[in-house]
T-cell receptor
Framework: AQSVTQPDIHITVSEGASLELRCNYS??????LFWYVQSPGQGLQLLLK??????LVQGIKGFEAEFKRSQSSFNLRKPSVHWSDAAEYFC???????????FGKGTRLHILP | DTGVSQDPRHKITKRGQNVTFRCDPI?????LYWYRQTLGQGPEFLTY????????KSRLLSDRFSAERPKGSFSTLEIQRTEQGDSAMYLC????????????FGQGTRLTVV
């Protein structure tokens, strides 16, 4: 069964600094990969997704993620964070188009002014 | 497109009572998911449907939990004989198998068992 690991429970960065949130998945084939964001009291919002093709995908709010098959990773990046990016970020994976979507435990992002 | 709708938004119940939640997915979506989320955790998969067929139910899910999607549209999640450990946010999501397959989430139903 597929699984998702987000090794960092909390990350703190200064406003304007770059960001990278790590995600590792466990599955043999090319999975369907997602990053979601959840702000306090808000629902889950899709940031970006990867199914196939170019391994660097662009999402909303200036985020991007890179799929690296050799490392089983799908890390989320942003070149310059804003205070409004403070939220919980979840990586998710589906084994294929027909499979369920499994979420990691999340990384809480804190922004220093 | 009104998004995924869940009802009620909040439910407080006494231990031992049964509760039922409803989810209305995005109208053209044939996939419907139920997740449970506790504080500081990611959404935990409970079950999912394609149209009216329940494709999978989490092995971690107690027999007290049951879900239906009788006509392939809305879905209900019932918890029988609630326990304090059932207190959580219950999230519903829907997706289109033929579309991008990403799941669109509702606002959730917060259950508190007292």
């Amino acid at each position: 069964a597929q699984s998702v690991t987000q090794p960092d429970i909390h990350i703190t960065v200064s406003e304007g600094a770059s960001l990278e949130l790590r995600c590792n998945y466990s599955y043999g084939a090319t999975p369907y990969l997602f990053w979601y964001v959840q702000s306090p009291g808000q629902g889950l919002q899709l940031l970006l997704k990867y199914f196939s093709g170019d391994t660097l995908v662009q999402g909303i709010k200036g985020f991007e993620a890179e799929f690296k098959r050799s490392q089983s990773s799908f890390n989320l990046r942003k070149p310059s964070v804003h205070w409004s990016d403070a939220a919980e970020y979840f990586c998710a994976v589906g084994a294929n188009r027909d499979d369920k979507i499994i979420f990691g435990k999340g990384t809480r992002l804190h922004i220093l002014p | 497109d009104t998004g995924v709708s869940q009802d009620p938004r909040h439910k407080i119940t006494k231990r031992g009572q049964n509760v039922t939640f409803r989810c209305d997915p995005i109208s053209e979506h044939n996939r419907l998911y139920w997740y449970r989320q506790t504080l500081g955790q990611g959404p935990e998969f409970l079950t999912y449907f394609q149209n009216e067929a329940q494709l999978e139910k989490s092995r971690l899910l107690s027999d007290r939990f049951s879900a239906e999607r009788p006509k392939g549209s809305f879905s209900t999640l019932e918890i029988q004989r609630t326990e304090q450990g059932d207190s959580a946010m219950y999230l519903c999501a829907s997706s289109s198998r033929t579309g991008g397959t990403e799941a669109f989430f509702g606002q959730g139903t917060r259950l508190t068992v007292v």
